[in-house]
């Protein structure tokens, strides 16, 4: 299993919930229906666009293809998508955390080889460690490796990504 620059849905709403993490989109797209849908509706390119070029290490678009743009751009003006994002995010805010907690409890861990790639901005923040995170939940045994990027680890560096990767899957 290769993770690419996420972390546990139960710890990001702890940390959310205790003000250690920004977490204003995880909040707002988990709202109440229809709100953050017929926000987001008013503008979606502007929206998500906004929220991709903060998440990168440079704060732009630029190192998203322009093909990847056009697609990002078609899901994100079908309402469709939208309402289906927003209910990820609602799940992850309740029955998604409610599993997790009880999977922690219960011990369970992920058992397959697991790697962590991550970027050197967006998900680390200055008190977090990313792998540490996973090791204390439910990948003891993960592997981990940082690369230059923020949240959109692939695209912002390819070949530090395809390095880890092709280590990893040639075990």
Partial sequence: ?????????????????????????????????????TEIGKDPTAYFEGLMAKWTKDGTLGTFAPTALASYRASFNDPSR?????????????????????????????????LLIWGDFYLTGKDVDPLAVWHSSFAPDAEGVQVNGGH????????????????????
């Fill in 1 to 37: 299993l290769a993770l690419l620059d996420i972390l546990p849905t139960f710890f990001v709403w702890e940390r959310i919930k205790a003000g250690q993490a920004p977490g204003a989109h995880w909040a707002f797209l988990a709202g109440p229906n229809p709100v953050p849908e």
């Fill in 82 to 114: 939208i309402h289906a994002m927003c209910e990820d995010y609602r799940a992850g805010a309740t029955i998604d955390r409610v599993a997790d907690m009880a999977d922690r409890e219960a011990g369970r861990i992920l058992a397959c080889p697991t």
């Fill in 152 to 171: 959109f680890v692939a695209e912002e560096d390819p070949a530090g990504t395809l390095a880890a990767l092709q280590v990893f899957l040639a075990r």
